[in-house]
């Protein structure tokens, strides 16, 4: 069974650093591309970005180029996204979700990790 | 971000027809990419619902069906159920100047009267 599981929630103050993690099972996790999704309090799907974990290959969304790391240890078959300087702004649920192996859609999703940040 | 444009709500009674728009430009849909749609309830993680515009992954009823026309999309929903009351997203592919990117329409509410 094709499982995406997610780090749990977490709350940072301003200007602290983050990592998330997802961890996926019950496939080759090297051979589908990995995806991230924001989900901001009442809003809807904006996609960040994705890495192809057989060769760390990172493509960003313009919008989110510059402002998050995604990167992943396939030793241990785990994405991450990560921030080196939270704002308030980044409070949101994160969504980690698998590339289909030969379309451009996400079949399989993580359970979602929120992420606030008090201002 | 949204460069896909969905009614942001749209009801009905059990066992009406429902359809959701998404509405692309020729960087995205028009240019020939694929439309994908994702069911999410209440405190959950979005699901995969039709894919390629209107293949239903194994599990999804049939009551749900997908097309593609020109700059736009449709998500059809017949016969709806109680248990159908999501949000409900398209999702494609684009290819404009400011760098390729996925794409998710801005979501739409559906409340089953």
């Known amino acids: 069974e094709v499982q995406l599981v997610q780090s749990g929630a977490e709350v940072k103050k301003p200007g602290e650093s983050l990592k998330i993690s997802c961890k996926g099972s019950g496939y080759s996790f090297t051979s589908f591309w990995i995806g991230w999704v924001r989900q901001m309090p009442g809003k809807g799907l904006e996609w960040m970005g994705r890495?192809?974990?057989?060769?760390?290959?990172?493509r960003y969304s313009p919008s989110f180029q510059g402002q998050v790391t995604i990167s992943a240890d396939k030793s241990i078959n785990t994405a991450y996204l990560q921030w080196s300087s939270l704002k308030a702004s980044d409070t949101a649920i994160y969504y980690c979700?698998?590339?289909?192996?030969?379309?451009?859609?996400?079949?399989?999703w993580g359970q979602g990790t929120l992420v606030t940040v008090p201002s | 971000q949204s460069v896909l444009t969905q009614p942001p709500s749209m009801s009905g009674a059990p066992g009406q027809r429902v359809t959701i728009s998404c509405t692309g430009s020729?960087?995205?849909?028009?240019?020939?990419?694929?439309v994908h749609w994702y069911q999410q309830l209440p405190g959950t993680a979005p699901k995969l619902l039709i894919y390629?515009?209107?293949n239903r992954p194994s599990g999804v009823p049939d009551r749900f069906s997908g097309s593609k026309s020109g700059t736009s999309a449709s998500l059809a929903i017949s016969g709806l159920q109680a248990e159908d009351e999501a949000d409900y997203y398209c999702?494609?592919?684009?290819?404009?100047?400011?760098?390729?990117?996925?794409?998710f329409g801005t979501g739409t509410k559906v409340t089953v009267l």
């Open positions: 999702q494609s592919y684009d290819s404009s100047l400011s760098g390729p990117s996925y794409v």
């Open positions: 390629d515009n209107n």
């Open positions: 890495i192809f974990p057989g060769d760390s290959d990172t």
């Open positions: 020729n960087s995205n849909i028009g240019a020939g990419y694929d």
């Open positions: 979700a698998r590339r289909s192996l030969h379309a451009h859609n996400f079949d399989y």
